[in-house]
């Protein structure tokens, strides 16, 4: 029979309040077909229908959040479960609502042995562009799905329909990333500038797309501006980001437990830390040393490239760009967003007087993993410390070197303190060089794992170089195996592997390292390598990674690749380099196989369902979507999230992304992966 339930109001969590059995046995690769009828009073409300374990630790093998009306709905989904079970539950958790309202169900079902639905992405036209922007000085090339393997004609339109350039494509075989037959259209002798044009081959209209640069300068603010609305421990002003305020998160205020003195995990240490502030890492309430090093170092060199590139233009990131609460205090913006995240990274250093002085915890988050929809605010679990590492303490060496020298305009004292904690964890990391993360330490938040700090160490001295010009960190920098590494390989750099980061410093920052030209030449030489790469990938990207197995993020490995090439491009000015950087952008706002943009809010489609706790408008109405300007982790091969796994199954390379706030393997955040699209972005629009 039908059930219903008044469902109290006053409930913070869906989880609150919830209906469902237990003991459902679930056969792994088996499909299953999930069916429900439901309705609420008042409508609108949303419910969180899941299968998954009714025991710690709770994992959810599917999950769907429709809102509900007073008619009645039918629900009917596929999936594949990813375990087998004897303890899997089917509930529909009705939590999280200010008012009480009333919950009715029938006929719900699970059935297994039913053939799971064939997901088939509509990708839309056939003629795959750059759907944001192309520069009018700069390359345009867009890609064509077809069948056919001669040569087709093109036309480019204006807005108005007419057609200003015209030309044939060149056949491309088969792309072994997208396992389409594919031809190239290149119509960059075409510089006019304006909007609303698109290209027409083989009877199909491409999305429209602008030639120009405005998108591209306000690209290069909204990737930053992504960073305020990540911020911990304080309160987000709508009034800077409409739509988007909200309380502030971690602080002692119920239900959040708060940062201000946090615990270490059982048996770590006695003391507490205040660790309030920083940013939040991805879609969780986490916040991670290695990855916000990275991140707050990628934006640091953002400035710094500005500072001391031939197309730099530092007064485009100064003070008042990006509307955060220190807009007009007279210091770049980029620098007051970083430093949000440097004074958390600061407080992680372990205090003076303790085992393990001066390095620096690794993480710091929840106790246990929280479920979504999840404002900061209203997070009740508790915080914990997780033990030190040396990663981790050489990443904040390193960010806090590099922050000594560019904040020294603007503010003495702090740079002073950062360069002294900076000496500080170099010291300790080189008296505990072999302390790891422990991989299986995945419980609450990511574990961040790394068991090879070789590359921290050269990063961090050189970052300590370049601001000190010490004999005792250039010998370090020019003993350490990085230092003639073959480090731009495929996957290039990220939080594991920052050798990258040195030898990019190293290359553009001012300084006197003996023998600096080869480094600057090794830039070069990995600027063509992935020049080479581009030139090969008929959709232009600079990432082949091995056996076509796309990586998790693999939007941002693009993104840095792409990097290394402009990076070429400043040291020596060659017009390839530019042109290869440009190009490799294309792929991330629409000339890819998907037809899609990565950056919400730009481009005709674009994603924008990114997993998140608080941007979870698929989830609930009353919750915004990520901002515009926030990055997609994008295609991933091993699919590692349970929604994917039941759409994508057997994907090839660029197929593997789905737009869905449950897919936390390709469609995830972060603060790293937007701190490349911010510097990249920003390189874009100096080219104009």
């Known amino acids: 029979g039908r059930l219903c339930a008044d469902v109290p109001g006053g409930t913070t969590n869906r989880w609150d309040a919830a209906v469902g059995q237990n003991d459902v046995t679930l056969v792994k690769g088996e499909s299953y077909k999930f069916a429900f009828t439901a309705d609420g009073v008042p409508d609108g409300h949303v419910v969180r229908a899941?299968?998954?374990?009714?025991?710690?630790?709770?994992?959810?093998?599917?999950?769907?959040?429709?809102?509900?009306?007073?008619?009645?709905?039918?629900?009917?989904?596929?999936?594949?479960?990813?375990?087998?079970?004897?303890?899997?539950?089917?509930?529909?958790?009705?939590?999280?609502?200010?008012?009480?309202?009333?919950?009715?169900?029938?006929?719900?079902?699970l059935l297994g042995g039913v053939p799971p639905e064939v997901y088939e992405p509509d990708t839309g036209p056939r003629v795959r562009v750059n759907q944001v922007a192309y520069l009018p000085s700069g390359p345009k090339n867009a890609t064509l799905v077809t069948d056919a393997t001669d040569k087709l004609p093109w036309q480019l339109k204006n807005a108005s329909g007419t057609v200003v350039a015209q030309g044939s494509t060149t056949p491309r075989g088969v792309d072994a990333s997208s396992a389409q037959n594919v031809h190239?259209?290149?119509?960059?002798?075409?510089?006019?500038?304006?909007?609303?044009?698109?290209?027409?081959?083989?009877?199909?209209?491409?999305?429209?797309?602008?030639?120009?640069?405005?998108?591209?300068?306000?690209?290069?603010?909204?990737?930053?501006?992504?960073?305020?609305?990540?911020?911990?421990?304080?309160?987000?002003?709508?009034?800077?980001?409409?739509?988007?305020?909200?309380?502030?998160?971690?602080?002692d205020v119920a239900p959040n437990q708060g940062d201000s003195a946090v615990p270490c995990q059982p048996g770590v240490c006695d003391y507490k830390l205040d660790v309030t502030g920083g940013w939040y890492d991805a879609g969780?309430?986490?916040?991670?040393?290695?990855?916000?090093?990275?991140?707050?170092?990628?934006?640091?060199?953002?400035?710094?490239?500005?500072?001391?590139?031939?197309?730099?233009?530092?007064?485009?990131?100064?003070?008042?760009?990006?509307?955060?609460?220190?807009?007009?205090?007279?210091?770049?913006?980029?620098?007051?967003?970083?430093?949000?995240?440097?004074?958390?990274?600061?407080?992680?250093?372990?205090?003076?007087?303790?085992?393990?002085?001066?390095?620096?915890?690794?993480?710091?988050?929840?106790?246990?993993?929280?479920?979504?929809?999840?404002?900061?605010?209203?997070?009740?679990?508790?915080?914990?410390?997780?033990?030190?590492?040396?990663?981790?303490?050489?990443?904040?060496?390193?960010?806090?070197?590099?922050?000594?020298?560019?904040?020294?305009?603007?503010?003495?004292?702090?740079?002073?303190?950062?360069?002294?904690?900076?000496?500080t964890a170099w010291t300790a990391a080189l008296a505990h060089p072999a302390l790891h993360a422990d991989p299986n330490d995945g419980t609450g938040g990511g574990a961040y794992p790394d068991t090879d700090a070789t590359d921290e160490f050269y990063w961090a001295a050189a970052e300590l170089y370049l601001t000190t010009g010490e004999k005792q960190f250039a010998d370090y920098v020019l003993n350490s195996p990085v230092h003639t590494a073959d480090i731009f390989g495929p996957l290039g750099y990220d939080w594991a592997r920052t050798g990258a980061a040195a030898r990019l410093d190293l290359a553009t920052v001012p300084n006197k390292l003996p023998g600096r030209d080869?480094?600057?030449?090794?830039?070069?030489?990995?600027?063509?390598?992935?020049?080479?790469?581009?030139?090969?990938?008929?959709?232009?990207?600079?990432?082949?990674?091995?056996?076509?197995?796309?990586?998790?993020?693999?939007?941002?490995?693009?993104?840095?690749?792409?990097?290394?090439?402009?990076?070429?491009?400043?040291?020596?000015?060659?017009?390839?380099?530019?042109?290869?950087?440009?190009?490799?952008?294309?792929?991330?706002?629409?000339?890819?196989?998907?037809?899609?943009?990565?950056?919400?809010?730009?481009?005709e489609v674009n994603s924008h369902n990114q997993h998140s706790r608080w941007y979870a408008h698929q989830l609930d109405p009353n919750l915004p979507n990520p901002p515009k300007g926030t990055l997609s982790g994008g295609p991933n091969s091993s699919i590692q999230d349970p929604y994917a796994q039941s759409k994508l199954q057997g994907c090839v390379g660029q197929f593997c992304y789905i737009d869905d706030i449950q897919s936390w393997s390709t469609n995830e955040h972060t603060i790293n992966w937007n701190s490349a699209l911010s510097r990249m972005a920003s390189f874009v629009a100096d080219q104009t």
């Open 284 to 423: 969780d309430h986490g916040k991670y040393v290695v990855n916000g090093g990275i991140s707050t170092w990628e934006l640091l060199s953002t400035y710094e490239r500005a500072l001391h590139a031939r197309t730099g233009r530092p007064a485009k990131l100064g003070d008042g760009t990006l509307a955060i609460p220190e807009s007009g205090n007279k210091v770049p913006d980029i620098l007051d967003e970083s430093r949000w995240e440097l004074e958390f990274l600061l407080k992680m250093q372990v205090p003076a007087g303790q085992p393990l002085a001066g390095m620096a915890h690794h993480k710091v988050h929840d106790e246990a993993w929280t479920g979504l929809p999840l404002l900061p605010g209203e997070d009740p679990q508790k915080r914990e410390l997780h033990p030190a590492t040396t990663e981790a303490t050489l990443n904040l060496a390193a960010t806090a070197a590099q922050a000594a020298r560019l904040y020294k305009p603007y503010d003495k004292a702090f740079a002073a303190k950062t360069l002294a904690a900076a000496r």
């Open 518 to 603: 080869k480094v600057r030449q090794s830039v070069v030489k990995g600027a063509d390598r992935y020049l080479a790469t581009l030139k090969s990938q008929p959709y232009g990207m600079p990432y082949a990674p091995t056996d076509n197995l796309y990586d998790w993020g693999s939007n941002h490995q693009i993104l840095h690749n792409g990097i290394v090439i402009a990076t070429a491009y400043d040291i020596t000015g060659a017009t390839k380099y530019r042109d290869g950087a440009l190009q490799s952008v294309d792929y991330l706002f629409g000339r890819n196989a998907l037809n899609m943009s990565y950056v919400t809010g730009y481009g």
């Open 50 to 109: 899941i299968v998954g374990l009714q025991v710690a630790p709770y994992d959810t093998y599917f999950e769907v959040s429709p809102q509900l009306s007073v008619s009645g709905n039918s629900y009917s989904y596929t999936f594949t479960s990813p375990v087998d079970a004897t303890q899997a539950q089917v509930g529909f958790q009705l939590g999280g609502s200010a008012d009480a309202w009333k919950f009715c169900m029938d006929d719900v079902s």
């Open 184 to 251: 190239s259209i290149d119509f960059g002798a075409y510089k006019k500038a304006g909007t609303g044009y698109t290209l027409v081959a083989d009877g199909e209209t491409s999305r429209p797309f602008d030639i120009g640069t405005g998108a591209y300068e306000k690209l290069r603010l909204d990737a930053l501006k992504y960073y305020y609305t990540q911020r911990s421990g304080t309160p987000i002003r709508d009034d800077l980001r409409p739509g988007y305020g909200r309380a502030a998160g971690h602080v």
